[in-house]
């Protein structure tokens, strides 16, 4: 099962005052497990950019003037992400702002049924605690040392390891693959065996009852003596 972990930083809020996305980051995953195959684009959003938002991901006019548009990386962006599952820290927030994006080059827009939030998931799992990524991160005690700032690249790989412990499915990765296994030294060791049968324990006595019953019970019926024969 592929799924892609998705993520945006942009200039605002909504995409229909005008704001529009400056870095988007993508994070594969493999039947719950990062395939460490990754996507990431900054992005020139043709304006502005607040010095609110600067505060939050660092990402200024300046530092974007010679970035690609996202007219420029648009197939790209589609052919990596298929037609997989998008995992989404907050998804109706991305979706809109990617759905603006891809209007204005004439693509069709991704459904919000398509991506899983993964803070839809925390509330289920834990009602009335908070949900923002630093919250979830410190509560599984994801590192947060290299977050100094947003990036969407970092925080979908943070959004993968959040997700992955909501589902169950870090544990996945201390199993091995199928070529891994196949890969693998396999010793085989000859059982080991005794150098002389160790001798009955049953006395004679014993040993005469039980000939006595397995005749008159199994007589020839016997596994043993169709097997001796």
Known sequence: MREIVFDTETTGFEPGEGHRIVEIGCVELMDHFPTGN?????????????????????LSAEFLSDKPIFAAVAEEFLAFIGDAPLVIHNAAF?????????????KNPIPLARSIDTIEIAKRKFPGARYSLDELCKRFSVDLSARTKHGALL???????????????????????????????????????????????????????????????????????????
């Open 38 to 58: 990754t996507l990431q684009f900054y992005l020139n959003p043709e304006r502005d950019v607040p010095i609110e938002s600067q505060r939050v991901h660092g």
């Open 94 to 106: 991305d979706i809109k702002f990617i759905n603006a994006e891809l209007a204005r080059v004439g």
């Open 155 to 229: 925080d979908a790989q943070l959004t993968a390891e959040i997700y992955l412990e909501l589902v169950g499915g870090r544990q996945k990765g201390f199993m091995l693959a199928p070529e891994e296994i196949a890969a693998a030294e396999i010793v085989v060791r000859a059982a080991r065996q005794r150098p002389a049968r160790l001798p009955s324990r049953a006395t004679a006595a014993e040993l005469e009852a039980h000939a006595a019953f397995v005749a008159a019970e199994l007589g020839a019926e016997a596994l043993w003596k169709k097997i001796s024969a």
